[in-house]
């Protein structure tokens, strides 16, 4: 009897324990592009963003639009929406976090925002202009979702791209499902104690660009 | 079968009750803390690491299920039998998916403890529910998407607003069990000394409730069939039942118990199952829009069926171990009964805990994101 109930005990404490950490899981999957605005000055301006979504999303988001042609979506007919994802984006300080040498740095509102509709999947493109243009020895641009409905990917072909950069500057992206050793570790050195750290943080999609 | 336990397994089961309290308490307070916009710095993360072994291994499973579904629709459309694979990758996501209190799993689970419910109700309500939440998506889908061909900002209006009603509906619901349950805890303490069992305290409806319980036993009996484990299990439990009846001035909710409980269980599974899944709307939605909608709704019950049995094999497991607590304490007469309606109280608080914290969005682990 003992042992049995010890057992169930112990089961009851596994389930509560995986039920607690599994809690978040995402339901719209986005698949990422963004470019590093640079000015003339080597100072980085912002970041545009291209992100596509899943087809179950994407069915979704355009459900109920009108459009001339059935199955299709201009860039025009799409503009409410685009309208309506930037004003909610808003709220979740558009899953874009940015750090110039270990300072926060915060965006505007976005600009140049459209929607298009390709091969049934939509894709959002915007620019998020930075607050104050700065100019780091190391920038850290993180996208990811701290709640984790939203699953953020970076594309497999040319996922971040430096325009304008200064010569000599050095990207390295960290994927959350490369499981490498450098972006956990680093993750928690730089998060640790910092307003970021969360279950989210596990799924972060990490920038770094070091310029001399 | 031994009723009297010796003070070393009192013991252990007592830090078992404590961790099981201080983990769903934790959980329940990391989501507040990681919610928390102004991010209040968290000291323990250790744990963290440790975790995403099972946790990864979860969420890749439920992705991999989730994302395959779209591709089957598509394929259903040219081939009937895709929708075969179709059902059952609902039902494998379903299983998997239902991991978190937002699909009322930690409410079931919490209700069940704080309400003495029995292991088969449990398994009852999970179903009821599982298939409430199915219904509910399916008419918002239907009504809103299919009939009102409304854009996905009025349906995820609609969808925000069920979601706040069940939130307000949890709370509403863990504030009548803290209630209850408070004022048990609370009549339990002042219990100085220890009373017979049987004796109780006189009072005008003690006949009414113990005959009550004699037939919500009866009940059991005839469903479990006779085996000898049940008895004894269920002998252990009545013996808590009569000591707090004794004592009980409200109609407690284990009065309503048996056949007629379903009004209560009803409260139960309105409050968990009014709550739709995102991901059943977001499936629906892609079938409607290829045409195949049948499908969705067919999906959407499969799903429904896989969430029913994990959160029903919970539920069985919270039961169980509120049985084993009640078995060991009953060895004692006061300290006892207090300790088990100190579990049922922590219950209670639990799910008063989880609709105030999903109402004001310090929970947000189902959140419905509209963008």
Same mark, same amino acid.
């Given at each position: 009897m003992g042992m049995r109930a010890l057992f169930g005990w112990l089961l009851a404490v596994g389930l509560t324990l995986a039920s607690g950490a599994a809690q978040a899981h995402p339901h719209v999957w986005i698949t990422a592009t963004s470019e590093l605005l640079y000015a003339a000055d080597g100072s980085v301006t912002g970041v545009r963003h291209a992100w596509t979504f899943d087809d179950m999303f994407s069915a979704y988001a355009v459900q109920g639009l009108e459009s001339k042609t059935k199955g299709a979506y201009t860039r025009e007919e799409l503009g409410p929406l685009a309208q309506t994802n930037v004003e909610s984006l808003k709220e979740y300080a558009y899953f874009t976090f940015a750090k110039a040498d270990g300072k926060k740095e915060r965006f505007q509102e976005p600009i140049d925002y459209f929607l298009d509709y390709k091969d049934a999947v939509l894709t959002l493109h915007f620019t998020l202009p930075l607050k104050n243009p700065v100019k780091p020895r190391q920038l850290v641009l993180e996208v990811f979702d701290r709640s984790f409905f939203i699953d953020f990917q970076m594309a497999k072909d040319n996922p971040v791209k430096l325009v304008g950069a200064p010569g000599g500057c050095q990207m390295k992206l960290d994927r959350p499902s490369d499981g490498s050793a450098t972006a956990q570790k680093l993750n928690e050195q730089t998060f640790l104690n910092g307003e970021n750290s969360n279950f989210g943080m596990m799924f972060a999609n990490k920038i770094t660009v070091d310029c001399p | 079968m031994k009723q009297h336990l010796s003070p070393l397994a009192r013991g252990l089961i007592a830090c078992a009750t404590v961790v099981l309290v201080a983990i769903v308490a934790d959980a329940a307070l990391h989501d507040l803390l990681a919610q928390n916009p102004f991010g209040a710095p968290r000291p323990t993360q250790a744990a963290e690491p440790e975790a995403s072994g099972i946790v990864g291994w979860l969420l890749a499973k439920q992705s991999e299920f989730y994302r395959q579904m779209s591709s089957t629709i598509r394929a259903a459309k040219s081939d009937g039998s895709a929708v075969w694979t179709l059902l059952f990758i609902s039902f494998a996501y379903g299983i998997f998916h239902a991991a978190g209190p937002g699909h009322g799993k930690a409410v079931i689970a919490s209700y069940l403890v704080a309400n003495r419910e029995t292991a088969r109700r449990g398994i009852a309500l999970s179903f009821a529910s599982a298939l409430m939440q199915s219904l509910v998506a399916i008419l918002i889908v239907g009504i809103s998407a299919w009939v009102l061909n409304a854009t996905a900002k009025t349906m995820c209006r609609a969808e925000g607003a069920v979601e706040i009603a069940s939130y307000a509906l949890i709370a509403a619901f863990g504030l009548r069990l803290v209630w209850v349950k408070g004022g048990a805890f609370i009549r339990a303490l002042q219990t100085t000394q220890p009373v017979p069992a049987i004796a109780g305290v006189p009072h005008v409806h003690h006949h009414h409730e113990i005959h009550d319980h004699h037939d919500h036993d009866h009940h059991h009996h005839d469903h479990h069939g006779h085996d000898h484990a049940h008895a004894h299990h269920h002998h252990g439990h009545d013996h808590v039942h009569d000591e707090h009846c004794g004592h009980s001035h409200g109609p407690?909710?284990?009065?309503?118990?048996?056949?007629?409980?379903?009004?209560? &269980?009803?409260?139960?599974?309105?409050?968990?199952?009014?709550?739709?899944?995102?991901?059943?709307?977001?499936?629906?939605?892609? /079938?409607?829009?290829?045409?195949?909608?049948?499908?969705?709704?067919?999906?959407?019950?499969?799903?429904?069926?896989?969430?029913?049995?994990?959160?029903?094999?919970? /539920?069985?497991?919270?039961?169980?171990?509120?049985?084993?607590?009640?078995?060991?304490?009953?060895?004692?007469?006061?300290? &006892?009964?207090?300790?088990?309606? &100190?579990?049922?109280?922590?219950?209670?608080?639990?799910?008063?805990?989880? &609709?105030?914290?999903?109402?004001?969005?310090?929970?947000?682990?189902?959140?419905?994101t509209c963008f």
């Open positions: - | 407690t909710p284990s009065e309503l118990a048996g056949p007629g409980g379903w009004r209560r &269980g009803f409260a139960a599974i309105l409050t968990v199952g009014i709550r739709p899944c995102s991901g059943a709307i977001l499936v629906l939605v892609f /079938a409607l829009a290829q045409g195949l909608f049948w499908a969705g709704i067919a999906a959407t019950f499969l799903m429904g069926l896989g969430t029913a049995i994990t959160v029903a094999a919970i /539920a069985v497991v919270a039961v169980s171990a509120k049985d084993i607590a009640a078995r060991f304490s009953a060895g004692r007469d006061g300290g &006892g009964a207090l300790f088990m309606r &100190g579990i049922e109280f922590g219950a209670a608080g639990v799910v008063l805990l989880f &609709g105030v914290g999903l109402l004001f969005g310090y929970i947000a682990a189902e959140r419905t």
